[in-house]
C-alpha cells in the first residue's frame, strides 16, 4: 500500500548519476524495461508535487519493468518558466535522450513557454511523451478560448494525453482522441478503515485558501446550521486579502465563534487527524477542477464529503448524496442538515468511497499508466 509520498526516492539532477542500475548505454529493451523520465513539480508540498510522488513510489514499487528517473520541475521564476531556459540544462537534456519516455505532469503555469521546448527535445531525440493534463478546461486562464485552441494545437505533438475525468476527455478535439485516456486521480487505498455515519456537528474545508474553493459560501452557511455546528478552515493561505474579507463575513454573519482558522501547509499526519475528527467534507469549489487532492483524501479515509455539481466531481464521485446545487449558502446548509438527518445518505457517500479506495488505488493507477507507456514505445 502507498501511503505517505516519498521526494527523497531516487530523485535526480541528472538521470545518469541514479542508483536504478540500468546502464544508460543500452539500447531501450536490452533489459525489457522502460526507461521513463518523470518531468514534474517534486520537493514540494502539495499540489501536483504529492501526485507525482505518488505515482512514481507506486510505479517503483509495483512494476518491474519500469525504471523510472525524476526530474525535479520546481522553479517558481516566471522568467525561468516563460523563457524556457530551464529545458537547457545538460541534465534535462541528456535525461531526456537515454529515456523511452518522458512523462510530464502539465499544468500550464507551471511551464508556460518550457512546454514547448520539452516537446521539441523530444523529438529531436526521438524520445516519445506523455502528458497528464491537469488543467479544468484552461476556465482559471484569462483568454480562455486562446488558451484552448493553443493547447488543441500542443496535442498534436505529444504522443499521448491523460485527463482525470471523462468531462475532461471530452473537451478535448476529437482528433485527438486516439491519444487521450482517462485514468482518475490516484487515491490512497486503507484496508480495514471503519466508517460509520455520525451527528454531523464538525465540518472540515481543508487545503489552499483561494477565492475559488468557495469558503464563502462555507461560512454563510453556518448562519442557516444548528449553533452546535462548527466549520474548521485549514490550510495555506493564498492572498490575505481573502482571509480577511471571510473574518469580516464571518462577523457579519455573526457566526466567527463557531469558525476555527488553522493556516498554513498541514503536514499529511495532521491532515489525516482531522480528516478522521471531521464528521462531513465541503468542498463549496466556485471553479470546476479535474479533481480535488482533498477529495482523494476524504474518499481514501471514508469522509463523507459534500461538493459541488460540476461534471469533473460527477466522474469522481457517483454518489448524488454528495452533491448540493444551487451554489448557495443556503443549498449548502440545506445539504449538510439532510445528511445529518438521514444516516443512509451518509451511509452511501461512505460505501461509494470505500468502492472508489479499491478501484483508484495508486497501485491500480500506475498500471494503467504502465499501459500508456507501451502503447508509445
Avoid at 3 to 29: F, K
Avoid at 79 to 95: A, N, P, Q
Wanted: net charge negative; proline share 5%.
Amino acid at each position: 500500500m502507498v501511503d505517505a509520498p516519498n521526494r527523497s526516492a531516487r530523485t535526480t539532477g541528472h538521470p545518469d548519476e541514479s542508483s536504478t542500475g540500468t546502464a544508460l548505454n543500452e539500447e531501450p529493451g536490452d533489459r525489457g524495461e522502460t526507461r521513463v523520465l518523470h518531468l514534474g513539480p517534486w520537493d514540494r508540498e502539495g499540489g501536483l508535487a504529492t501526485y507525482s510522488q505518488y505515482l512514481v513510489n507506486a510505479g517503483r514499487s509495483e512494476l518491474e519493468d519500469v525504471v523510472f528517473e525524476v526530474f525535479e520541475w520546481d522553479s517558481e521564476s516566471l522568467f525561468v518558466r516563460g523563457t524556457g531556459v530551464k529545458t537547457l540544462s545538460r541534465s534535462l537534456l541528456f535525461g531526456i535522450r537515454d529515456a523511452d519516455v518522458v512523462h510530464v505532469q502539465y499544468i500550464f503555469n507551471r511551464y508556460v513557454l518550457s512546454f514547448p521546448m520539452i516537446v521539441l527535445l523530444c523529438h529531436l531525440t526521438g524520445t516519445s511523451i506523455v502528458m497528464t493534463d491537469h488543467n479544468a478546461e484552461y476556465k482559471d486562464l484569462p483568454l480562455t478560448r486562446f488558451f484552448y485552441v493553443y493547447h488543441q494545437c500542443l496535442y498534436f505533438f505529444v504522443d499521448a494525453i491523460v485527463v482525470h475525468s471523462s468531462a475532461r476527455a471530452e473537451s478535448i478535439w476529437d482528433r485527438h482522441a486516439v491519444k487521450v485516456t482517462t485514468i482518475p486521480h490516484g487515491v490512497i487505498y486503507r484496508d480495514g478503515v471503519e466508517r460509520g455515519p455520525r451527528r454531523i456537528r464538525q465540518l472540515l474545508l481543508p487545503g489552499f485558501i483561494r477565492r475559488n474553493k468557495g469558503h464563502d459560501l462555507a461560512v454563510e452557511a453556518m448562519k442557516h446550521l444548528p449553533s452546535e455546528v462548527r466549520l474548521e478552515i485549514a490550510g495555506p493561505i493564498h492572498e490575505m486579502a481573502y482571509v480577511k474579507e471571510l473574518e469580516r463575513l464571518a462577523d457579519r454573519k455573526d457566526v466567527s465563534d463557531r469558525v476555527r482558522w488553522e493556516t498554513g501547509f498541514l503536514p499529511e499526519d495532521v491532515l489525516y487527524e482531522k480528516l478522521q475528527d471531521a464528521d462531513l467534507v465541503v468542498l463549496p469549489y466556485k471553479k470546476s477542477r479535474p479533481m480535488s487532492g482533498i477529495l482523494g483524501h476524504s474518499i481514501s479515509w471514508q469522509v463523507p464529503a459534500i461538493l459541488t455539481d460540476f461534471p469533473a466531481f460527477r466522474d469522481a464521485v457517483d454518489c448524488d448524496e454528495a452533491f448540493f446545487d444551487p451554489r448557495t449558502p443556503e443549498e449548502l446548509a440545506a445539504a449538510v442538515e439532510r445528511l445529518d438527518e438521514n444516516p443512509d445518505c451518509q451511509r452511501s457517500i461512505i460505501d461509494t468511497f470505500a468502492e472508489l479506495s479499491r478501484e483508484r488505488s495508486w497501485e491500480n493507477t500506475v498500471r494503467r499508466t504502465r499501459n500508456i507507456y507501451t502503447s508509445v514505445t
